[in-house]
């Protein structure tokens, strides 16, 4: 049974880099062809992909981030990484990974991470 | 972007009645090429994460109970819950992939009346 956690910094300065890492236990990450996905949710908003990484080619990223994160995948570690960089109040949110099932279009995202509160303040 | 529309926002059922959820997408999620609407429908309950229910609209995730069930095609879809168990207190977010800039809807909060 694949298992995803969400760790990094639950306290971010405005201005600041916000570093998330995403560990996968119980299965390979490059086992199969998934796309592994940072999502965010706002308190009060709707959730919001932010980007998508494979464990070859080039990440996916939402325009509305696109200058401002990065996501990279570690495969010997068994995980991916967000940053998000320049990181203001507007980012406060749970931030969740999860796994994307590919299709000829896009994904839907079959297994979660519990998530994780990422607030920005001084 | 694809913009998903939920109605209602709340939503109070009682026990064993039927609970009806609509999503509304500004554009077809439906793929000519291969006939399949690229609609999902997610479960969250309190301090979890989002949880699949449906995919392709009508397609139920293993283990997903069959008292949930989707329809609807090209922009109009509907989760339906046929027997409203405690259990399934929750809010529930349609999202399209369709367009891989993946968007959800706005949630609806269903609540035991």
Redesign the interface.
């Known amino acids: 049974q694949v298992q995803l956690q969400e760790s990094g910094p639950g306290l971010v300065k405005p201005s600041q880099t916000l570093s998330l890492t995403c560990t996968v236990s119980g299965g390979s990450i490059s086992s199969g062809s998934y796309y592994w996905s940072w999502i965010r949710h706002p308190a009060g908003k709707?959730?919001?992909?932010i980007g998508r990484v494979f464990t070859s080619g080039t990440p996916?990223y939402?325009?509305s981030l696109k200058s401002r994160v990065a996501i990279s995948v570690d495969t010997s570690r068994n995980l991916f990484s967000l940053k998000l960089n320049s990181m203001t109040a507007a980012d406060t949110a749970v931030y969740?990974c999860?796994r994307g099932?590919p299709?000829?279009?896009?994904?839907?995202?079959?297994i979660?991470?519990?998530?994780t509160m990422v607030t920005v303040s001084s | 972007d694809i913009v998903m529309t939920q109605s209602p926002d709340s939503l109070a059922v009682s026990l064993g009645e039927r609970a009806t959820i609509n999503c509304k997408s500004s554009q077809s999620v439906l793929y000519n090429s291969d006939s399949k609407n690229y609609l999902a429908w997610y479960q969250q309950k309190p301090g979890q994460p989002p949880k699949l229910l449906i995919y392709w609209a009508s397609t139920r995730e293993s283990g997903v109970p069959d008292r949930f069930s989707g329809s609807g095609s090209e922009t109009d879809f509907t989760l339906t819950i046929s027997s409203l168990q405690a259990e399934d207190v929750a809010i529930y977010y349609c999202q399209q992939y369709y367009s891989t800039l993946y968007t959800f809807g706005q949630g609806t909060k269903l609540e035991m009346k």
């Open positions: 709707r959730l919001e992909w996916r939402n325009p969740y999860a099932v299709t000829i279009r896009g994904n839907t995202f079959d979660w991470g519990q998530g």
